[in-house]
């Protein structure tokens, strides 16, 4: 009896030579891409969560400081979504009183719609909103 040996034309495992290559082939398109571009993805929706919430929080201080909603206040907070990326005309801010006497709790909303887009995946819509409360520091 003839000893076969290994990659001969008569070895068994031959025919499945290959194999392994076209699976990989045929995975990272298929799942590890949209699994790549889903990390992305989220990570931007992160990022527009923490630059909302940084501009509701200065927003807020900004109020606290003058007392009252103000074109100084929607300036604060539009300056901080430019910095971070963001255009401010998609942003919808509220600040809760309008004036506030010194003490008084000042609520400052700042909400945008973000959009989770993975290709082969689908699009989503994502509302983001950052919310701040502080008191006012003026006396009116």
Same mark, same amino acid.
Not at 36 to 56: K, P, Y
Not at 99 to 106: K, M, R, Y
Not at 110 to 125: E, N, Q, Y
């Given at each position: 009896?003839?000893?076969?040996?290994?990659?001969?034309?008569?070895?068994?495992?031959? @025919?499945?030579?290959?194999?392994?290559?076209?699976?990989?082939?045929?995975?990272?398109?298929?799942?590890?891409?949209?699994?790549?571009?889903?990390?992305?993805?989220?990570? !931007?929706?992160?990022?527009?969560?923490?630059?909302?919430?940084?501009?509701?929080?200065?927003? *807020?201080? !900004? *109020?606290?400081?003058?007392? !009252?909603? @103000?074109?100084?206040?929607?300036?604060?907070?539009?300056?901080?979504?430019?910095?971070?990326?963001?255009?401010?005309?998609?942003?919808?801010?509220?600040?809760?009183?309008?004036?506030?006497?010194?003490? *008084?709790?000042?609520?400052?909303?700042?909400?945008?719609? *973000?959009?989770? @887009?993975?290709?082969?995946?689908?699009?989503?819509?994502?509302?983001?909103?950052?919310?701040?409360?502080?008191? @006012?520091?003026?006396?009116?």
């Amino acid at each position: 009896m003839a000893r076969l040996r290994l990659g001969s034309r008569l070895d068994p495992r031959r @025919s499945e030579r290959g194999v392994a290559t076209v699976e990989a082939v045929l995975v990272v398109p298929l799942v590890l891409v949209p699994v790549l571009l889903g990390v992305v993805v989220f990570g !931007q929706l992160e990022h527009t969560r923490l630059v909302v919430d940084a501009a509701a929080a200065a927003g *807020a201080r !900004q *109020a606290a400081v003058v007392g !009252q909603d @103000s074109a100084t206040v929607r300036e604060r907070i539009a300056t901080e979504l430019r910095d971070g990326g963001i255009d401010p005309a998609r942003a919808r801010v509220t600040v809760e009183p309008a004036v506030a006497d010194w003490g *008084a709790p000042i609520r400052v909303t700042v909400a945008i719609d *973000a959009r989770a @887009s993975i290709p082969f995946l689908g699009t989503w819509p994502v509302p983001l909103k950052g919310e701040f409360v502080t008191r @006012s520091e003026v006396t009116h």
